[in-house]
T-cell receptor, first 111, second 118 residues
Framework: SQKIEQNSEALNIQEGKTATLTCNYT??????LQWYRQDPGRGPVFLLL?????KEKRKERLKVTFDTTLKQSLFHITASQPADSATYLC??????????FGAGTILRVKS | NAGVMQNPRHLVRRRGQEARLRCSPM?????VYWYRQLPEEGLKFMVY????????ESGMPKERFSAEFPKEGPSILRIQQVVRGDSAAYFC????????????????FGNGTRLTVT
């Protein structure tokens, strides 16, 4: 069956450290993968997109990698700040105009 | 430049009543997507619509649920005879006609309607 798996346990890190979140998928062949941020009571907000032919993408303190052999994407936040605390969702194109989401990982950055 | 607007933000219905959730896409966007989110779970795709057309409703329950996106006005997600299991957050997202997931482009989400069925 098709699955998208993200760390189910919350990730707690100290301010200034690098946070690394994982997204694994099974039985999909996505042309791209996206990462979103979701705050409590709000809708997801798009952060980054990486295509299957790209190994790495960066935007300010954010970095995403995409390994189609391992069927995995890693999402890094460097020099993390308490304001980075949120739920982070990965999503991939599942054909047509359908975007399929993982359950998300809660990140807590402590000062 | 308003984003995706959803209303109401919170909706309480008794079992058996109807729930109507509204979504106005971003200006210039003609594609609308509805997702449902249960606590501790990811966003589940329900339906994808263009103006006056349902393109993909593969995630929509076969009974009691319907969606429309008329030529004028917001998109409506309608749930008839609600049951407690319908309690969830319902999110709407939009994209321009030529910039959706098919074109590797992101979705723009509203802040959702939280439906509680008592």
């Amino acid at each position: 069956s098709q699955k998208i798996e993200q760390n189910s346990e919350a990730l707690n890190i100290q301010e200034g450290k690098t946070a690394t979140l994982t997204c694994n998928y099974t039985n999909y062949s996505p042309a791209y993968l996206q990462w979103y941020r979701q705050d409590p009571g709000r809708g997801p907000v798009f952060l980054l997109l990486i295509r299957e032919n790209e190994k790495e993408k960066r935007k300010e303190r954010l970095k995403v990698t995409f390994d189609t052999t391992l069927k995995q994407s890693l999402f890094h936040i460097t020099a993390s700040q308490p304001a980075d605390s949120a739920t982070y969702l990965c999503a991939l194109g599942a054909g047509g105009n359908k975007l399929v989401f993982g359950a998300g990982t809660i990140l807590r950055v402590k000062s | 430049n308003a984003g995706v607007m959803q209303n109401p933000r919170h909706l309480v219905r008794r079992r058996g009543q109807e729930a109507r959730l509204r979504c106005s896409p971003m200006k210039g966007h003609s594609h609308v997507y509805w997702y449902r989110q249960l606590p501790e779970e990811g966003l589940k795709f329900m339906v994808y619509l263009q103006k006056e057309n349902i393109i993909d409703e593969s995630g929509m329950p076969k009974e009691r649920f319907s969606a429309e996106f008329p030529k004028e006005g917001p998109s409506i997600l309608r749930i008839q005879q609600v049951v407690r299991g319908d309690s969830a957050a319902y999110f709407c997202a939009s994209s321009p006609s030529n910039r959706g997931p098919l074109h590797n482009s992101p979705l723009h989400f509203g802040n959702g309607t939280r439906l509680t069925v008592t």
